[in-house]
């Protein structure tokens, strides 16, 4: 229609001459209109089947997963939680070894930690101390006093954080000299609350003999 209302007043001109070029104008929209019309369609159709498997390839994902079971909760804890539960029930010294040592007196045994413990505690200061002032090799030798005094009485979890302490002063890593001078000072912790605890349980037997001996 459009092509007619443009060739419509050149067919009313009376000049022949002038209706040729309208006739070749027409024919050329109208051609250009059907390959214009042809190419939608073949878009149109080379877009059905993508569209359609894309569906099909949805549906089998959905399938697959419903068909997946849920994978299973691990009911055993976590390796390092485990290791770390393991290192809390470490007792901080071997009572086989201080009774070997010492006897099976619990009071003087009880003595001897405590008195570790208070010149660890000063050891660890010194540690602390020469630490701000960046010095390793002061911290290292505390350190190594730390160890030998552990190593000798059995103090198992001392020892260890005491030789780390020595290594990492060997190798001038302040960083770890730090983390390990705060593991020390809680370990050093744990072992006065178990000192405590012994030297209240010998007190309590040292008490009970007492009151047996009485007439």
Same mark, same amino acid.
């Given at each position: 229609m459009n092509t007619f209302f443009l060739t419509y007043p050149f067919i009313r001109c009376e000049d022949i001459s002038l209706m040729r070029p309208a006739l !070749?104008?027409?024919?050329?929209?109208?051609? /250009? !209109?059907?390959? /214009?019309?042809r190419r939608i369609r073949w878009r149109q159709a080379s877009r059905g089947p993508d569209t359609t498997q894309a @569906?099909?390839?949805? @549906?089998?994902?959905?399938?697959?997963?419903? %068909?997946?079971?849920? %994978?299973?909760?691990?009911?055993?804890p976590a390796p390092q939680q485990e290791q770390e539960r393991q290192e809390r029930d470490v007792p901080p010294f071997e009572q086989a070894r201080l009774d070997a040592m010492f006897g099976h007196d619990r009071r003087l045994q009880g003595e001897i930690l405590a008195l570790f413990v208070s010149e660890t505690r000063d050891r660890l200061a010194g540690i602390a101390h020469a630490l701000r002032c960046e010095r390793a090799a002061p911290a290292r030798i505390l350190a190594q006093e730390i160890l030998d005094g552990s190593h000798a009485m059995g103090l198992m979890p001392l020892q260890a954080l005491a030789r780390q302490a020595v290594h990492a002063g060997f190798s001038n890593d302040i960083a770890a000299q730090h983390r390990l001078h705060a593991d020390l000072l809680m370990a050093l912790d744990a072992l006065s609350q178990a000192v405590t605890a012994l030297q209240t349980s010998a007190a309590e037997t040292n008490d009970s003999s007492d009151m047996g001996s009485l007439p």
């Amino acid at each position: 229609m459009n092509t007619f209302f443009l060739t419509y007043p050149f067919i009313r001109c009376e000049d022949i001459s002038l209706m040729r070029p309208a006739l !070749a104008m027409a024919g050329l929209a109208l051609v /250009l !209109a059907a390959l /214009l019309w042809r190419r939608i369609r073949w878009r149109q159709a080379s877009r059905g089947p993508d569209t359609t498997q894309a @569906h099909v390839d949805l @549906h089998q994902v959905l399938q697959t997963r419903k %068909a997946t079971p849920p %994978a299973k909760v691990a009911e055993s804890p976590a390796p390092q939680q485990e290791q770390e539960r393991q290192e809390r029930d470490v007792p901080p010294f071997e009572q086989a070894r201080l009774d070997a040592m010492f006897g099976h007196d619990r009071r003087l045994q009880g003595e001897i930690l405590a008195l570790f413990v208070s010149e660890t505690r000063d050891r660890l200061a010194g540690i602390a101390h020469a630490l701000r002032c960046e010095r390793a090799a002061p911290a290292r030798i505390l350190a190594q006093e730390i160890l030998d005094g552990s190593h000798a009485m059995g103090l198992m979890p001392l020892q260890a954080l005491a030789r780390q302490a020595v290594h990492a002063g060997f190798s001038n890593d302040i960083a770890a000299q730090h983390r390990l001078h705060a593991d020390l000072l809680m370990a050093l912790d744990a072992l006065s609350q178990a000192v405590t605890a012994l030297q209240t349980s010998a007190a309590e037997t040292n008490d009970s003999s007492d009151m047996g001996s009485l007439p």
